[in-house]
């Protein structure tokens, strides 16, 4: 491996000790490092919005500072009481890394939504989506809606050919505006054709479900906000067309746009088959399942107001949502208050259908886990 | 394996231009070895440190995940990257720029200057590209006798208390003093000669008793073990721990490749703010042509703006060295200036002493970053750049601005900067009560311990005493004990 020549670098040593890393944050070995996996985030830019990146880290234990003691020193405008100017400033690199970084300097460079959904992809090993239109050929309507130079007499077109003669009178000399006489050639002959009608783009909807009743705080909306854009950026980079659409519900759902979907603050009771059969009408209605690749995504805490309404959910789910879905998942997010009944109730009628995906979303930290359990089925 | 590709005609060049107008500024350095490398490449080295190879550790997988994952995100791109040996290696990225590799080779003779002359270097081995490839040739040999995992395992626990160092102590002392069952003469009382019959009114019983209390009182601190309070915990383990010799030699390892690493910790600001320094210098002084000025503002722009409400250290060292050229050229040091209550009259101070260079060449070599900042730091600078400090508001949630007070700036900075920002912790007791149990001491100053990390830390430590280990520190202003007998971590406040 060239040890004495210090100044040639073994391309397996990093490549093997990366490996190793990746296969620990999998959690295929070292078990007893689990617990200290964080999956930390990089704040990268897409034009002017920050954009988050997961990047899982082992905080090996020390003997270290408490992270929140005494603030620090930083420099800019601004009077005392005033946030720090541009935000949270970065921890120092005192953690005994410092010096081992010399001399590294930061240059900003713009990143696409597309690259950053495939960094995604490749992150989280996600298999490319199977679009549902694909499989479906027999099912086209053929329309004689083009033209051909070649046909049976049957199906001549007459305007058509009459132009192409026309045409050709006119660019030869021949024609004389006193004395119109066409006869057209068998080259200016034109008969109707059939044409595949053109299949539609494979198309995709996504159908966002939120759970905003009195137990759904702000933290628990943050995490579905940050899950739902991950979940988007993927799907956006799959489909050429991407459709989507959101509704909340409490006690009662409604449709609702994009903004008003991550701010609103209701609070009543929670009616999960109020959701359910609002997004079934909505489906029904604009979203026929022959041409449509859907999928749903319903967030909640998992307090469902009675036994009775999660069975009337679950059979809706059984009996209409599921066979005209490419892919159903439920993240439920803990909250103090909810039960998360819901959850294991779907758990138990659903186990073995693959539609269903279901994650239990602790934390910020279980985003991840969580983006990787829905996306990974690669319907 | 690759091969390193040499430096073009062009590059050569201007390396030599370069390097001979560092020395004709009175640079002092190692020779500087430049290699043009990818990118990939170069987050491989980085991951590594700097160091072609090192042992084998996820550590260095992980910090590979972050820089390439920071550099395809487009969040940050290494383009220098130096190491502290003698030749002095450096890498250039193969994409920059003429004028960016220009900038490096600049920055990079300033920080194979500061190498060598800086007092805190002195110790460090500058052949450690060999001495690194050696470490990783026996932690291999371990692995492959005694397992990936057990040997990682144990690395684990070493680099957890790597932090735990002596920064003035490069050399393992022996320690324990060899007891061979006679009597030591200097442990009985001595009396005072005297002819017998005035024995009694010279060596009186006050006297005597008072040998006694002297004699028991060295017996007592000779029982403790260690006698002294020791910083050094790596060493004080490798001494007195029950260690296999591939753990020994492990936790060597770590050892000292954390001391190697220490003074560039201590020096962080400095360092960069030293080389920054002198690459504006010499780029703006001949060696930028008239179409690169552009680039060259704005890149350099980049590497020394103000983070948003973070200290850049890179800045904040080019400008207290500038602050320092200028106040010594002008004569604005001394008794005289201290003493002087005259805003005006300190504004428009200029004896024109002409020392500037001079002196920053002598701080370069005598201060670390701690020194440097107390000794240097003036109410004036603090002002000029903007320095606050801030802290974390329970309420709102986020850091906010707390006072531009020099006083409190100046001490914020310096306790962040005081031990390269690590807890100072010592043994204190190797025999801790009496069953060979293991007692560190917190000094603590004010900021807790991280309690959670605190606990596993222990744990760690028990692997390599192998006996129940503690720690006394404080947390929320009461006084602890914390340890660890094996099984579980106890708290006991006291």
Known sequence: ?379 | MARLKPLSKELQDWRDHIRAKAVAAGLDFFEVTYEVVDAGEVNEIAALGGFPQRYPHWRFGMEYDRLAKSYTYGLSKIYEMVINTDPCYAYLLTSNSLMEQKLVMAHVYGHSDFFKNNQFFAHTNRRMLDEMANHAVRVRLHQEKYGVDTVEEFMDACLSIDNLIDLHGAAIRRRRKESDGSEDPSKQVQKIQAKSYMDKYVNTPEYLEGQKQRIRAESEAEKRFPENPERDVLGFLLENAPLADWQQDCLSIVRHEALYFAPQGQTKIMNEGWASYWHTKLMTEGILTDAEVIDYADTHSGTTAVQPGGLNPYKLGIELFRDIEERWNKGQFGKDWEDCDDYLAKQTWDKKTLKGREKIFEVRKLYNDVTFVDTFMTEDFCRRQKLFTFAHNERSGQNEIESREFAKVKQQLLAQLTNFGQPIIEVVDANHLNRGELLLKHRHDGRDLKSDYADHTLRNLFKLWGRPVHIETALEGKSVHVGFDGKEVTKKEF
């Open chain 1, 1 to 379: 491996m060239g040890e004495g020549d210090g100044r040639v670098f073994t391309m397996s040593g990093i490549k093997r000790d990366h490996s190793r890393f990746r296969d620990i944050v999998r959690g295929k070995i070292r078990e007893n490092l689990k617990k200290f996996i964080s999956n930390g985030e990089m704040i990268g830019r897409k034009g002017n919005d920050k954009v988050s990146i997961p990047v899982p880290q082992i905080d090996l234990p020390r003997f270290t500072f408490g992270s929140n003691q005494g603030g620090g020193v930083g420099q800019g405008e601004g009077n005392p009481g005033d946030p720090v100017p541009g935000g949270e400033p970065q921890e120092g690199d005192g953690e005994g890394k410092a010096g081992q970084n010399e001399g590294q300097h930061e240059l900003e460079v713009e990143v696409s939504m597309e690259e950053l959904a495939e960094m995604l992809g490749k992150e989280l090993q996600l298999p490319n989506i199977l679009p549902k239109g694909s499989r479906d050929v027999t099912s086209k309507s053929h329309k004689y809606t083009d033209i051909h130079t070649l046909g049976p007499q049957s199906l001549r077109h007459f305007k058509r050919t009459y132009r192409e003669a026309l045409k050709r009178q006119i660019a030869s000399g021949i024609y004389d505006p006193k004395n119109p006489v066409i006869i057209p050639i068998k080259q200016d002959m034109r008969y109707r054709g059939w044409a595949e009608t053109p299949r539609p783009q494979t198309n995709a909807v996504i159908l966002y479900i939120m759970d905003v009743s009195g137990s759904m705080g702000d933290e628990q909306k943050e995490i579905v906000r940050t899950e739902s854009f991950w979940l988007d950026a993927w799907l956006r980079s799959q489909y050429k067309g991407l459709t989507r659409r959101y509704i909340i519900h409490d006690a009662t759902a409604k449709e609702v746009d994009e903004d008003t979907f991550y701010r609103v603050r209701e609070s009543g009771g929670t009616l999960i088959s109020s959701a359910y059969k609002l997004a079934l009408e909505m489906l029904k209605k604009d979203y026929p399942a022959a041409d449509w690749n859907i999928y749903v995504f319903h967030f909640s805490d998992g307090d469902n107001w009675s036994g009775e309404d999660t069975k009337v959910c679950l059979d809706l789910l059984a009996d209409e949502m599921l066979p005209i879905v490419n892919q159903f998942a439920y993240g439920q997010v803990e909250s103090r208050y909810g039960s998360g009944q819901f959850f294991k109730d779907l758990l138990e009628r659903f186990n073995d259908n693959e539609k269903i995906v279901s994650s239990r979303i602790a934390d910020r930290e279980g985003i991840y886990e969580s983006i990787k359990h829905f996306l990974g089925a690669g319907r």
